[in-house]
């Protein structure tokens, strides 16, 4: 599996890739935003085209750039610009488009499809990101989009919201245990005569987590051979990062805090402890 780092922030992507773990970038408006307010409050001056030249350059792998458009046409003209301006730096620019940008269900819904479209079919290559549902996923693969990303996290956020469920951004959504209590509350109606039509869902429209909208969009690709790679994206914790992992996903692209916490584990440390301690003045002799 592919790691790419989530971060618009270059100390992150430089300390990470110093480790040797890093594939590639990911960016979005968002991250760029976090980015530049923490320059800021350094009273540091932002030139973003220098900014973003330098992200180019530190990794050999794909950096994710988004537009800010709406219409396709303005995407297809920004995605133009971003790789024009960057791809020359180090050959890895990739143009993140949502693969939707309606704001509500009257504005118009394939403006992002058209996008990935007409760059693909011009050889630039797409992200088609904040795919929320496998058939989204479907959709950009169809237009052509080398990457997708669908939003683990976001996901997980919208169902347990919807369902009025306590959690902490980072906490990991246990969707096993939401299957058992969906299986529970079928149950229950059937013991008490009811004909069970629709099941009280701990899902969205048969998702139930984001780790569970990747598996669904593997299964898709894989029966289609479809050449896109799955990004899984919005990852808040290292669990989710071994179960997409298993699944055999492509890529992960995680926030830098989630990399830590991958290679960090408590017995690790105090084990690191007792083996310092045990070293014998025999042994240390080797090292002089
Ligand atoms: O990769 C997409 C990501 O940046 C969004 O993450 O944690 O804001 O949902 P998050």
């Not at 030249?53 to 971003?82: F, W």
């Not at 347990?160 to 109606?189: H, P, Q, T």
Request: glycine share 6%.
């Amino acid at each position: 599996m592919k790691i790419f780092i989530d971060t618009a922030d270059i100390d992150e992507i430089e300390e990470a890739y110093s480790w040797g773990i890093l594939d590639g970038i990911t960016t979005n408006p968002s991250l760029i935003k976090k980015a530049v307010e923490k320059l800021k409050n350094k009273g540091k001056k932002v030139d973003m085209e220098e900014y973003i030249k330098k992200i180019c350059s530190i990794v050999e792998g794909p950096v994710s750039l988004e537009v800010r458009g709406i219409k396709a046409e303005e995407m297809v003209r920004e995605g133009n610009i971003l790789y024009e301006k960057f791809n020359d730096i180090n050959d890895n620019i990739v143009i993140k488009i949502p693969v939707n940008t309606a704001f509500n269900e009257n504005d118009e819904q394939f403006e992002g499809i058209k996008a990935i479209k007409e760059l693909e079919e011009t050889g630039i290559p797409t992200n088609a990101t904040l795919i929320m549902a496998p058939e989204q996923a479907l959709l950009a693969a169809k237009a052509g989009a080398s990457y997708v990303s669908p939003f683990l996290g976001r996901v997980d956020d919208y169902i347990r919201s919807v369902k009025g469920i306590e959690y902490s951004k980072m906490d990991y959504w246990d969707f096993d245990a939401s299957i058992l209590m969906e299986n529970k509350e079928r149950e229950k109606k059937a013991e008490n005569g009811y004909k069970v039509v629709s099941s009280v869902s701990y899902s969205d429209n048969g998702i139930y987590s984001g780790v569970h909208l990747v598996e669904s969009i593997i299964r898709i690709f894989d029966s289609y051979s479809y050449d896109t790679e799955i990004i899984a994206a919005s990852v808040r914790n290292a669990r989710q990062v071994r179960l997409v992992a298993e699944m055999g996903v492509d890529i992960a692209t995680i926030p830098f805090t989630v990399i830590k916490e991958m290679v960090s584990h408590y017995k690790t440390m105090e084990g690191m402890k007792k083996f310092t301690q045990d070293v014998v003045e025999e042994y240390s002799k080797l090292f002089e």
